[in-house]
């Protein structure tokens, strides 16, 4: 599928395609054909250049807007000097496996001067983005934002916000119009340095430099006495008397944040967990029209290590849609964005004119960063020239009672379903550090990099690792439970590929049953059957002083090598993860145009 073509034959290729910087083309039969070539070159996010991956020259990567039910054509040009692939983060791929974008699971990499065509069909609604997904790339600048329009039969929540028809029509408006703000961090390494870091040292890489909104940011040193000066209370306790870095880091010294593991602290290279060194990359903008009374954003987490949280001075946001689907609307004044997380927001545009700050903050222990934007209203009225009002602080922690910070517990889906009672099997998947502080399990064993560059299990399922995956029967119901054992462990954000799944449990302590309906017979208030969150990307909850759990349900309904994992980058190329051959009873007929040799 991927061998080289001769420069004619590209060329040849590509003049039907979109060759802009921004949107895709559209052509008869609601086929969308979109081309992203990538390269490696220098860029400043945050005003300090390194080598990082442009798309179409740009970065953030060009955003791809569809209409639920539209063809998608998504074509990558290599042009870095490594090998890459691009997924396409809560998409389905619905009987279009060989789309994925995972190597070792859907596809062989993308070789340098090689090119690759996507094909799948936009079979839901709302806020998605495609990214890197070989090795730790994502980390390294390959992300974009991707939109699909709700068909229109699909019923909207706002009538839950208001009946005013005015205030309807101007939600309507602003989800037709919504915008993507992308947030994500930013290291000086490259993903690769990181890596080798991390080998050398035997640490888990868990700080950045920058945090970064729109591609956008800065990083400031303030030293590291008001660092320390700066440490919230949680931070306090596990230091005891060791210092913050001078990037606001939590010390790789700490046993309770390390591990008893062999480390070598003198190959820690500089900017890995200290060393700052000031940079502007600018300030994002953001403008809004008052006389739409109502902005649409899609809040959308690229980051590689940081837990942000989010919020606009002064304006509280009604959450509508995570993870590309509707809920039933929420007021929040912040939102705390995992790693792989969509939040869909509308903003009411009510305030005097005027510059209002967009804040973002690393919620974390692991690190103080943050980073600011500014939301202008675009008005002939004057501007106020006195600073907004915050309602979080650096820790991305709400600054009184007056604010209310987004209760994750409290979600429910819009419609409400519910999963099925029978089950046909129970998967306990173990979240542990494996014989060193950077690597990790998700069940028995640690998903080795090098899997990356093995033939793909959607073609060769007979090379499959037992020990490395998992394996279902197609329309059966699968419970995961995720036993995070060891403490000082931050939330996991678990995200499946392939289909969305049901939330349907969480608690603490260790997780002795064998199934969901054992444990609701001993901890009932630990479960939501009723209401579960329908998500593609969801926390584990963090573990302090004991383990945690949670428990997910899905049903197979797309035959296929899946992927599941940590969406922690480090974590990810730690072995945080497992494969799943969903469905290995009805496997997919690969197209002749996608088959392998073999």
Same mark, same amino acid.
């Given at each position: 599928? =991927?061998?080289?073509?001769?420069?004619?034959?590209?060329?040849?290729?590509?003049?039907?395609?979109?060759?802009?910087?921004?949107?895709?083309?559209?052509?008869?039969?609601?086929?969308?054909?979109?081309?992203?070539? !990538?390269?490696?070159?220098?860029?400043?996010?945050?005003?300090?250049?390194?080598?990082?991956?442009?798309?179409?020259?740009?970065?953030?990567?060009?955003?791809?807007?569809?209409?639920?039910?539209?063809?998608?054509?998504?074509?990558?040009?290599?042009?870095?000097?490594?090998?890459?692939?691009?997924?396409?983060? @809560?998409?389905?791929?619905?009987?279009?496996?060989?789309?994925?974008?995972?190597?070792?699971?859907?596809?062989?990499?993308?070789?340098?001067?090689? &090119?690759?065509?996507?094909?799948?069909?936009?079979?839901?609604?709302?806020?998605?983005?495609? =990214?890197?997904?070989?090795?730790?790339?994502?980390?390294?600048?390959?992300?974009?934002?991707?939109?699909?329009?709700?068909?229109?039969?699909?019923?909207?929540?706002?009538?839950?916000?208001?009946?005013?028809?005015?205030?309807?029509?101007?939600?309507?408006?602003?989800?037709?119009?919504?915008?993507?703000?992308?947030?994500?961090?930013?290291?000086?390494?490259?993903?690769?340095?990181?890596?080798?870091?991390?080998?050398?040292?035997?640490?888990?890489?868990?700080?950045?430099?920058?945090?970064?909104?729109? @591609?956008?940011?800065?990083?400031?040193?303030?030293?590291?006495?008001?660092?320390?000066?700066?440490?919230?209370?949680?931070?306090?306790? $596990?230091?005891?008397?060791?210092?913050?870095?001078?990037?606001?880091?939590?010390?790789?010294?700490?046993?309770?944040?390390?591990?008893?593991?062999?480390?070598?602290?003198?190959? $820690?290279?500089?900017?890995?967990?200290? @060393?700052?060194?000031?940079?502007?990359?600018?300030?994002?903008?953001?403008?809004?029209?008052?006389?739409?009374?109502?902005?649409?954003?899609?809040?959308?987490?690229?980051?590689?290590?940081?837990?942000?949280?989010?919020? $606009?001075?002064?304006?509280?946001?009604?959450?509508?849609?995570?993870?590309?689907?509707?809920?039933?609307?929420?007021?929040?004044?912040?939102?705390?964005?995992?790693?792989?997380?969509?939040?869909?927001? !509308?903003?009411?545009?009510?305030?005097?004119?005027?510059?209002?700050?967009?804040?973002?903050?690393?919620? @974390?222990?692991?690190?103080?960063?943050?980073?600011?934007?500014?939301?202008?209203?675009?008005?002939?009225?004057?501007?106020?020239?006195?600073?907004?009002?915050?309602?979080?602080?650096?820790?991305?922690?709400?600054?009184?009672?007056?604010?209310?910070?987004?209760?994750?517990?409290?979600?429910?889906?819009?419609?409400?379903?519910?999963?099925?009672?029978?089950?046909?099997?129970?998967?306990?998947?173990?979240?542990?550090?494996?014989?060193?502080?950077?690597?990790?399990?998700?069940?028995?064993?640690?998903?080795?990099?090098?899997?990356?560059?093995?033939?793909?299990?959607?073609?060769?399922?007979?090379?499959?690792?037992?020990?490395?995956?998992?394996?279902?029967?197609?329309?059966?119901?699968?419970?995961?439970?995720?036993?995070?054992?060891?403490?000082?462990?931050?939330? &996991?954000?678990?995200?499946?590929?392939?289909?969305?799944?049901?939330?349907?449990?969480?608690?603490?302590?260790?997780?002795?049953?064998? #199934?969901?309906?054992?444990?609701?017979?001993?901890?009932?208030?630990?479960?939501?059957?009723?209401?579960?969150?329908?998500?593609?990307?969801?926390?584990?909850?963090? #573990?302090?002083?004991?383990?945690?759990?949670?428990?997910?349900?899905?049903?197979?309904? &797309?035959?296929?090598?899946?992927? !599941?994992?940590?969406?922690?980058?480090?974590?990810?190329?730690?072995?945080?993860?497992?494969?799943? !051959?969903?469905?290995?009873?009805?496997?997919?007929?690969?197209?002749?145009?996608?088959?392998?040799?073999?």
């Amino acid at each position: 599928m =991927h061998s080289s073509l001769t420069f004619l034959a590209l060329t040849l290729c590509l003049i039907s395609w979109v060759n802009g910087t921004n949107h895709h083309v559209r052509t008869t039969g609601n086929t969308v054909r979109f081309n992203l070539t !990538l390269t490696w070159e220098e860029w400043a996010p945050a005003g300090i250049p390194r080598k990082m991956i442009l798309g179409n020259g740009h970065f953030p990567s060009p955003p791809l807007e569809l209409q639920q039910g539209d063809e998608v054509e998504f074509l990558v040009i290599n042009h870095l000097p490594i090998n890459t692939t691009v997924h396409f983060h @809560g998409i389905e791929q619905s009987g279009t496996p060989w789309s994925d974008g995972t190597p070792g699971l859907s596809q062989r990499p993308i070789k340098p001067g090689d &090119h690759f065509l996507y094909k799948w069909r936009a079979t839901q609604y709302g806020s998605y983005f495609y =990214h890197a997904h070989n090795r730790g790339q994502i980390d390294d600048g390959l992300y974009g934002a991707i939109y699909i329009h709700p068909d229109d039969s699909v019923e909207k929540p706002f009538g839950l916000i208001t009946n005013i028809s005015s205030e309807l029509q101007a939600m309507r408006m602003a989800e037709e119009k919504t915008q993507p703000i992308l947030i994500s961090d930013w290291r000086l390494m490259t993903s690769e340095e990181v890596w080798r870091a991390e080998e050398n040292t035997g640490l888990d890489g868990y700080c950045a430099n920058a945090l970064l909104i729109n @591609g956008k940011g800065s990083i400031t040193c303030p030293g590291q006495e008001k660092m320390n000066q700066l440490a919230s209370a949680e931070q306090k306790q $596990i230091m005891g008397n060791v210092s913050l870095t001078d990037i606001g880091c939590i010390s790789p010294t700490l046993v309770a944040v390390q591990g008893t593991f062999h480390h070598n602290y003198s190959a $820690i290279p500089p900017s890995m967990f200290s @060393g700052c060194v000031p940079g502007n990359g600018g300030t994002e903008r953001v403008l809004v029209d008052p006389s739409h009374k109502y902005v649409s954003y899609d809040l959308i987490s690229a980051a590689g290590i940081s837990m942000a949280t989010f919020s $606009i001075d002064e304006h509280p946001m009604y959450v509508y849609a995570i993870d590309g689907r509707y809920i039933r609307p929420t007021l929040a004044d912040a939102i705390t964005i995992a790693n792989g997380n969509r939040y869909s927001v !509308l903003v009411k545009l009510d305030k005097p004119a005027g510059d209002y700050t967009i804040r973002v903050a690393n919620s @974390g222990i692991n690190q103080i960063l943050n980073a600011t934007g500014v939301l202008s209203y675009n008005s002939l009225e004057k501007t106020q020239q006195h600073a907004s009002v915050a309602s979080i602080d650096i820790h991305g922690s709400v600054v009184s009672s007056n604010y209310k910070l987004l209760d994750e517990a409290k979600i429910i889906p819009f419609p409400i379903e519910v999963p099925s009672q029978d089950v046909a099997q129970t998967h306990v998947l173990r979240i542990s550090h494996y014989n060193a502080s950077y690597r990790w399990t998700m069940g028995n064993s640690s998903l080795p990099l090098e899997l990356e560059v093995a033939s793909p299990l959607l073609f060769y399922p007979a090379t499959t690792p037992p020990e490395l995956t998992l394996k279902t029967l197609n329309g059966t119901w699968i419970d995961l439970i995720f036993d995070i054992h060891g403490q000082i462990q931050p939330p &996991h954000p678990i995200h499946k590929h392939a289909n969305k799944f049901y939330v349907i449990g969480q608690g603490s302590g260790a997780w002795n049953y064998s #199934s969901v309906a054992e444990a609701m017979q001993h901890t009932p208030e630990s479960f939501n059957l009723k209401t579960p969150q329908i998500r593609d990307t969801f926390i584990s909850p963090p #573990s302090a002083t004991e383990d945690t759990w949670l428990a997910i349900r899905y049903q197979v309904v &797309h035959p296929g090598a899946w992927l !599941l994992h940590c969406h922690i980058q480090v974590h990810l190329s730690g072995g945080m993860a497992i494969a799943i !051959l969903d469905g290995q009873d009805e496997w997919p007929h690969i197209p002749e145009q996608y088959s392998l040799p073999a």
